[in-house]
T-cell receptor
Framework: EPEVTQTPSHQVTQMGQEVILRCVPISNHLYFYWYRQILGQKVEFLVSFYNNEISEKSEIFDDQFSVERPDGSNFTLKIRSTKLEDSAMYFC?????????FGPGTRLTVL | GIQVEQSPPDLILQEGANSTLRCNFSDSVNNLQWFHQNPWGQLINLFYIPSGTKQNGRLSATTVATERYSLLYISSSQTTDSGVYFCAVGGKTGANNLFFGTGTRLTVIP
């Protein structure tokens, strides 16, 4: 199964601070996704990223969010000014043979 | 986006029992996956099944795309099967975003 790792596993931040969540695919692929899951709720799509550009984004993915692939391998999700409601599990995913595989997630807690 | 409904929302089983989880979706799909979210929050891919039937050990899944539903069967359940089962669908082939259902929380008691 194609592997995806995410760092950190857990991040605690103060409201208004910037956070960067990282996704590291084991092998080089072009298509990646970010999803989030608020505690006790369903998983929601945020953004897809293809060949270093945003392919699709949801209504959740507003101006406070951005994605980058700064060094050609790591894939980052930045939240510029965190709010309490950004507290959630954030998952990175990649596609292999039409199947999406999810990383272990980063649990973000905004205080 | 595509609406995805799962039933039942909660299910409690005695170890060794069988169960069927259902996923209904509102539009044609070219991608359907079942996931198991374990107690540590990890999403484990169970099946990629936009149509037809697949089996993997004690688990099997069937999707009837023309009638817009999918079923996940768990036989001889074990305590390690506990967790939340999500159905997720995509409206396009290839690499596109998934719409998740609200899940079925399964608890298997010894």
């Amino acid at each position: 199964e194609p592997e995806v790792t995410q760092t950190p596993s857990h991040q605690v931040t103060q409201m208004g601070q910037e956070v960067i969540l990282r996704c590291v695919p084991i092998s080089n692929h072009l298509y990646f996704y970010w999803y989030r899951q608020i505690l006790g709720q369903k998983v929601e799509f945020l953004v897809s990223f293809y060949n270093n550009e945003i392919s699709e984004k949801s209504e959740i993915f507003d101006d406070q969010f951005s994605v980058e692939r700064p060094d050609g391998s790591n894939f980052t999700l930045k939240i510029r000014s965190t709010k309490l409601e950004d507290s959630a599990m954030y998952f990175c995913a990649r596609t292999h043979a039409d199947t999406q595989y999810f990383g272990p997630g980063t649990r973000l807690t905004v205080l | 986006g595509i609406q995805v409904e799962q039933s039942p929302p909660d299910l409690i089983l005695q170890e060794g029992a069988n169960s069927t989880l259902r996923c209904n979706f509102s539009d044609s799909v070219n991608n359907l996956q079942w996931f198991h979210q374990n107690p540590w929050g990890q999403l484990i891919n169970l099946f990629y099944i936009p149509s037809g039937t697949k089996q993997n050990g004690r688990l099997s899944a069937t999707t009837v795309a023309t009638e817009r539903y999918s079923l996940l069967y768990i036989s001889s359940s074990q305590t390690t099967d506990s967790g939340v089962y999500f159905c997720a669908v995509g409206g396009k082939t290839g690499a596109n975003n998934l719409f998740f259902g609200t899940g079925t929380r399964l608890t298997v008691i010894p």
